[in-house]
């Protein structure tokens, strides 16, 4: 089984959101060197995974995912990520971020048997210490 904390991927347009779950992941594990891939749509970072996959290499570990995206947003996203990744098994961490309190998104969510990773913005080393695995941590 690979680290989960070896390769991360923000998937989110807005700087200020990215900046505070950097700066959460960083308190959350100091002693880890991680340094997050960041892309602004979906569609950039469907284009990077496909150019991993060509490569012959993996993807990421853990990936953030904001739902309201400019291109490609986040269930647009999952709808040509699971199309093109149908076995979930094989899925890394997928945590939904969003400020919306819609109901549709929490069920869009279980649907794609993420209902344990929607975290509500802005998220944080307390949000993160829920979800995130204790190995690493001071």
Not at 49 to 78: A, C, H, S
Not at 84 to 96: V, Y
Not at 111 to 136: C, R, S
Request: proline fraction near 7%; charged fraction near 30%.
């Amino acid at each position: 089984m690979r680290e989960l904390l070896t390769d991360i991927c923000i998937i989110d347009d807005d700087a200020i959101s990215v900046f505070g779950l950097k700066r959460g992941l960083k308190k959350l594990y100091p002693s880890k060197d991680l340094d997050p891939v960041v892309f602004e749509n979906g569609l950039d970072a469907l284009e990077d995974f496909e150019q991993r996959r060509r490569d012959g290499q993996k993807l990421p570990t853990i990936i953030f995912i904001d739902l309201n995206m400019p291109v490609l947003g986040g269930w647009e996203f999952m709808d040509e990520f699971s199309n093109s990744h149908p076995s979930k098994e094989t899925w890394p961490e997928i945590f939904i971020m969003s400020s919306s309190i819609n109901p549709d998104d929490h069920e869009k969510a279980r649907f794609y048997g993420l209902e344990g990773h929607y975290l509500t913005k802005p998220v944080n080393k307390e949000t993160l210490e829920k979800v995130l695995p204790k190995a690493g941590r001071p």
